[in-house]
Each structure stands twice: as C-alpha cells, then as structure tokens.
C-alpha cells in the first residue's frame, strides 16, 4: 500500500522565519510528487516534481525531490500571515490512473 | 489549470437522508475524484469517476453508499447515502490538468457536511 508521511505535523514561528517542510513516501512506480496548500477546504495547488534536483520556485516558496531518498521539501522563506495553512504532499503512482495519496499534512501557524 | 465548482458549498442533513454534490469543471477532463477529508484529516480518495463506465471506488467505498454518476466529460456528482453522523466531513471533486501527460489535479472548492 502506498504510503506518504509527512513531517512535522505543525510548526508554529514567526513572521519572517525561513520554515522547511518535509515529506517522504513509500509508493510503487513512482510518477510525480505534489505540494498543495490548504487554508480553508479546497486544496490549491503549488509545485508538481517529477525528476530528482531540480528545484521548482515560486516567490517565496520553492521544492526540491529527492527520489534516492524518497523524500521532497517544501521551503518557505520570510514567511507571512497569510502562509498560515495546512501544506498537504501527494504522490502519484502506477502510470496512467492519475490516483493520489495524500499526506496528513504540515499545519504552519505564522505569528505576527 | 482547470477551474472547478462545486454545490451545495454546505449543508447540514438529518440522518438517514441522502445528499447529492455536483462539480463542474470548465474544459473537458478524461479523470475526475471524489475525496473525503474527515476533521483533522488528510484527504483519502473515494473513487475515480469514469466517463461512460462506472466509479472505480477505493477499499472501504461502496457504490451503495457512494453512487456516482459521470455523464460527460465536465461534470460529476457523487451523492452520500442514508447519512449517518460519520459521514460528516468535507467533500472535495478534482479534475486532473493532464498537461504533458502528468497529473496537476485540481480541486473544487468543497462540500462541508455536517449530519445531525
């Protein structure tokens, strides 16, 4: 069964720190890892990685896969307010049936 | 990416009725997904809704519990059957992007129900 666990499962800091969210997964046939926010109930998306070090970025935020290590981070730096979220990781495996398996989740609590 | 719509965005149920959620998404999509998030949960898929055939439904989902129906390429509804207050959760439906044959899904905005 696949599987994906995610770490911590909250972190609390301040406004301006640099956080670093992890996820590591246990899936057959590999295909893609994706990062997704969730602040109140849909999931919007963020990065989807397919091939190992190469590092996708957007503003503040920006992910890196690991498939020797099976694992990917999620970094955000110079947090704000609105980074406050649940950042939930899932992996797509067996090709073509496009399934996820969803992590619990990182909830990041920003303090001003 | 695709945008997706979702009603009712809630609704509160008695129990023992039965609820039906729709999602629209606004381009033609060969895979769409119902997911259940249960409070304080991740997300765990229901079923892949199959246009023209019927839902592939993941271990511990049933059809006659979880009847979906997939018409045509933009449009779903998956409806949650003789409601008990376990059921309470929230609903989401995805579409994948399906852009360079990998899997971006996208999410609707959610169904949150609560059963009384």
């Known amino acids: 069964e696949d599987k994906v666990v995610q770490s911590p499962l909250s972190l609390v800091v301040h406004e301006g720190d640099t956080v670093t969210l992890n996820c590591s997964y246990e899936?057959?046939?590999?295909?893609?890892l994706l990062w997704y926010k969730q602040e109140k109930k849909a999931p919007t998306f963020l990065f989807m990685l397919?091939?190992?070090?190469i590092e996708k970025k957007s503003g503040r935020l920006s992910s890196i896969l690991d498939k020797k290590e099976l694992s990917s981070i999620l970094n955000i730096t110079a947090t704000q307010t609105g980074d406050s979220a649940i950042y939930l990781c899932?992996?797509?495996?067996?090709?073509?049936?496009?399934?996820?398996?969803f992590g619990t989740g990182t909830r990041l609590t920003i303090i001003p | 990416s695709a945008v997706i719509s979702q009603k009712p965005s809630r609704d509160i149920c008695q129990r023992g009725t039965s609820l039906t959620i729709q999602c629209q998404v606004d381009?033609?999509?060969?895979?769409m997904f119902w997911y259940r998030q249960q409070p304080g949960q991740s997300l765990t898929l229901i079923a892949t809704?199959?246009?023209?055939?019927?839902?592939?439904?993941e271990s511990g989902f049933v059809i006659d519990k979880f009847p979906i129906s997939r018409p045509n390429l933009t449009f779903s509804t998956l409806t949650v059957s003789n409601m008990s207050p376990e059921d309470s959760s929230i609903y989401l439906c995805?579409?994948?992007?399906?852009?360079?044959?990998?899997?971006?899904?996208?999410f609707g905005p959610g169904t949150r129900l609560t059963v009384l």
């Open positions: 397919t091939s190992s070090g």
């Open positions: 381009s033609q999509v060969t895979m």
């Open positions: 899932a992996v797509e495996s067996n090709f073509g049936n496009e399934k996820l398996t």
């Open positions: 899936v057959t046939n590999f295909r893609s």
């Open positions: 809704a199959n246009q023209g055939s019927e839902a592939t439904y």
């Open positions: 995805s579409a994948g992007g399906g852009r360079g044959g990998y899997n971006e899904q996208f």
